[in-house]
């Protein structure tokens, strides 16, 4: 099968660059939260457009390449720069890399993003720990002929936020003294921001976040065993709960103004993982 063989070549090029060094975990780092990636020790770092069948991403605020080195004692793979539907890649091109990082035999996953914040009780600058999704586009990263070698063709998502991840992410938040959300992220396809319709609706259905990425990797890692954890730093209010517009300054501006409390977060988790 043409992509499975494309991942395994991807695979083999990262592998060949650190010298088949084992990769404890995948850390996908969200807008604003890139900068994470600059304190990994002996870093190796490998640009998106070098490695063979990989998309390059197109979002300003966004880099595009693999950053691996040793962070809390852990061999850390670091995506500075994540792929998103909104920018034209199909859910199958957002999660190659995630796929990539399973044939190189990497098995945990974290995954970050900025959020748009629903609920009402929490506020800006906020985290949360993402304990479930809601998809409401019907496309899916595993549509289409199932590559065997990854999973099965149906797979169960009652797990694909692995319960003892978030519990430790919860300890890790207690014993920094920090409060940490915990709730459901809604996604939406962007790159428009919802109308605030959209969001009075995603609160109705049960979210507590909006935002353009993260289901996808989830998804398809969860299809692949990865056990995974996501956290949402939450930028800002979601449209039509305040008087204002919204714009991506803010959702970068928040992401710079937290990013401390959340590599803090970040790496304790890394550390007792
Ligand atoms: N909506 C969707 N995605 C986002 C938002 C938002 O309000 N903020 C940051 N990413």
Redesign the pocket.
Known sequence: MEMLDNLKESAAYISGKIGGKKIDIALVLG?GLGDLADQLADPVVIDYHDIPHFPVSTVPGHKGRLVIGNLEGKNILCMQGRFHYYEGWSMEQVVYPVRTFKLMGINNLFLT?????VNKDWKPGDLMIITDHIKLIQDSPNRGANIDELGPRFFDMCSAYDKSLIALAKECAKDKGMTVREGVYML?T?PS??TPAE?RFARLAGADA????TVPEAIAASHMKMRTVGISC??????GILDQS?N?E??LETGERVKHTFQTLVREIIRRW
Do not use: P
């Open positions: 807008s993003n900025a959020a748009g914040c939406f962007g921001f919802e969001v909006v935002g353009m990425s939450l930028t800002n209010m979601a449209a919204l991506h803010e959702v």
